[in-house]
């Protein structure tokens, strides 16, 4: 089976939950289509009526004979429009609520499951893109899979059935061009996926650079890049357009094409029905009519399939770019816990890792921590500092070796059971749109207010919070300009201080403000660290002269370790990035 098939079938499979609803859609078509079939039908009977009395033939009550059709054909059409309505209704609500709903939750749980490394290699942009867009394509398809695909090919047949009953030889016209229309319409139609997958990726690439742009737009207007990124967006926005016009270009052209034939078979039932009627008789205007409405209705479910078989294609490609995020493997997820609470100590043993295969990062790393200890990871840019946290973290997994916490190898551990050991203040102060004591309490959603005022009072934070307008109740968000880069930093130590775990990072937390805030910081830090084992990452060597360890990394490898001053008598590379900063 193709991979195009198979992704179509996967698309009805997906649609499995909302199958009641899409019965009763069906069953709902069905009374439409009869309704459809049915007034034409009546229509004819009542101009063959009108004939004969028009002829002499009859010359009765005509009102009392054409009253009772006019009922039923009025019924019918009410029928009609009521069916319609409901299956329309019934289709919304349910494609709508229930499919691309969840849908849309499970790209975001699986997004939760999918590495580290697939968020940090794939644009925001793209990822919103198959979330938002890609998604109502695919609601869109199945919304139109019954109300114009299935409908359509049941008109079609009906009408077929209505129009040989009624006179075969006018309805061999018709249904001697169908099979030809649509022959051309499905080669045309599939000609379109390449370029709807092309504008898709396009759109993609385009979301992302207007998410760059906008999240970026001070450091763009700092550099003057205004009219670089307009002409980058502006390149990227024409090959989208090409692409989109290519395929709206291709799927409409099967419209025309199927109204073409069909005002062929229109006119060629008009002369032909117009020859038998003089002739031979063998047909009556009645017949005549209902053959043309049964051929003007044949026209409408042709053309919406034509319509449909776009939209397949447009499905197609979005549907590839969902199941293709939504079948990438899923990390490792055992399930172990520690046997009991952790105390604190961390060993690494002949760890090996690398984010690039052919380009090795940490090379045979062998360390051990004990409980309570401060170590500090020192080491020019690109040595691995920040790496060695990834990896405690489990936000990726080593290559080969161990790292054991109280003697557990963390790759048995289910990855919450590992973060749930760690607190962490990071060099970027992250905060989300709530109140401060929301943001406060992140990591403990329990906490009680309390709990929250003591955390900001042990990490110096307390008095300028209740010198804002709402205090605690005070919304802020990350790109609030309300609060300095340093209050922020004590807010998020605050955060650490709540959670209260055993295992502490602290990834250059004081790098982003002055001396004096970081002195304020280094103060609320000493308290945070108390007690427990932390990893400090740091380039300010200043404020590591007091940890236990620390460790000097080059190129992936510890090249030394040792205390401050143990480092500086050996006068080795601590010693060369010490006095780089400081003069001694």
């Not at 859609?25 to 009526?49: E, F, M, Q, S």
């Not at 063998?282 to 044949?298: D, E, P, R």
């Not at 404020?543 to 143990?566: A, K, M, N, Y």
Request: proline share 3%; net charge neutral.
């Amino acid at each position: 089976m193709k991979k195009k098939e198979r992704i179509m079938i996967r698309l009805f499979f997906e649609a499995r939950p909302i199958w009641k609803g899409m019965a009763l859609a069906c069953l709902l078509c069905c009374g439409v289509i009869l309704c459809a079939v049915t007034g034409p039908k009546l229509l004819g009977n009542l101009i063959d009526r009108l004939y004969i009395y028009w002829d002499g033939t009859f010359t009765g009550d005509l009102l009392g004979e054409l009253l009772p059709g006019l009922g039923a054909l009025l019924a019918v059409y009410v029928l009609h429009s009521v069916f319609n309505w409901a299956k329309m209704y019934l289709l919304n609500n349910t494609v709508s609520r229930f499919f691309t709903c969840a849908l849309r939750i499970r790209i975001s749980d699986k997004i939760q499951r999918l590495p580290v490394s697939y968020v940090d290699q794939t644009s925001v942009g793209d990822v919103l893109s198959r979330m938002t867009d890609d998604v109502s394509s695919m609601g869109n398809y199945i919304h139109r899979m019954i109300d114009i695909l299935m409908s359509g090919f049941l008109t079609i047949i009906a009408i077929a059935v209505m129009m040989v009953a009624e006179n075969w030889r006018l309805a061999i016209i018709v249904l001697v061009l169908t099979p030809i229309s649509i022959f051309l319409s499905s080669l045309l139609a599939a000609r379109s996926e390449k370029y709807f997958h092309d504008s898709f990726e396009k759109q993609g690439q385009l979301n992302a650079i207007i998410e760059e742009s906008y999240t970026n737009h001070a450091t763009t207007k700092a550099y003057n890049l205004e009219t670089y990124t307009q002409e980058k967006l502006r390149t990227v926005n024409l090959q989208q357009r090409d692409s989109h016009a290519k395929a709206v270009f291709t799927s409409s052209i099967v419209r025309p094409l199927i109204t073409f034939t069909d005002a062929l078979a229109y006119i060629t039932i008009c002369l032909i029905g117009g020859w038998l009627i003089l002739n031979d008789g063998s047909a009556s205007v009645g017949a005549i009519i209902t053959i043309l409405l049964y051929a003007k209705q044949f026209a409408t479910p042709l053309e919406e399939i034509a319509e449909g078989l776009g939209t397949m294609q447009h499905a197609k490609a979005a549907a590839r770019r969902v199941f293709s995020l939504l079948d990438m493997p899923d990390e490792p997820a055992p399930d172990g816990k520690f046997p009991s609470a952790v105390e604190g100590t961390v060993r690494f043993s002949h760890v090996d890792f690398s984010y690039n295969k052919k380009e090795p990062l940490i090379q045979d790393l062998n360390v051990e921590i004990k409980q309570g200890q401060s170590i500090a990871i020192v080491g020019p840019t690109g040595a691995g500092k920040t790496t060695i946290v990834n990896l405690l973290m489990r936000f990726y997994d080593i290559d080969s070796g161990k790292i054991c916490i109280d003697g557990v190898d963390c790759s048995t551990l289910s990855r919450d059971e590992v973060r749930a050991q760690f607190g962490m203040v990071l060099q970027d102060a992250w905060l989300f749109s709530g109140t401060i004591a929301e943001n406060v309490a992140y990591g403990k959603p329990d906490a009680t207010r309390e709990e929250i005022i003591a955390a900001c009072d042990r990490a110096y934070c307390d008095h300028f919070i209740r010198t804002l307008p709402g205090g605690y109740d005070t919304v802020i968000g990350d790109d609030t300009t309300t609060l300095s880069g340093g209050q922020k930093q004590l807010l998020t130590i605050a955060r650490a201080m709540l959670c209260d775990r055993r295992l502490l990072i602290l990834d250059e937390a004081t790098s982003n403000v002055d001396t004096r805030t970081e002195i304020l910081l280094q103060k609320a830090m000493d308290r945070l660290m108390k007690n427990r084992t932390c990893f400090v990452i740091a380039h300010r060597l200043s404020t590591i002269i007091d940890s236990d360890l620390i460790l000097v990394l080059d190129q992936g490898r510890i090249v030394e370790q040792g205390t401050h001053q143990e480092l500086l008598n050996r006068k080795g590379f601590y010693h060369k990035i010490y006095t780089s900063q400081y003069a001694i």
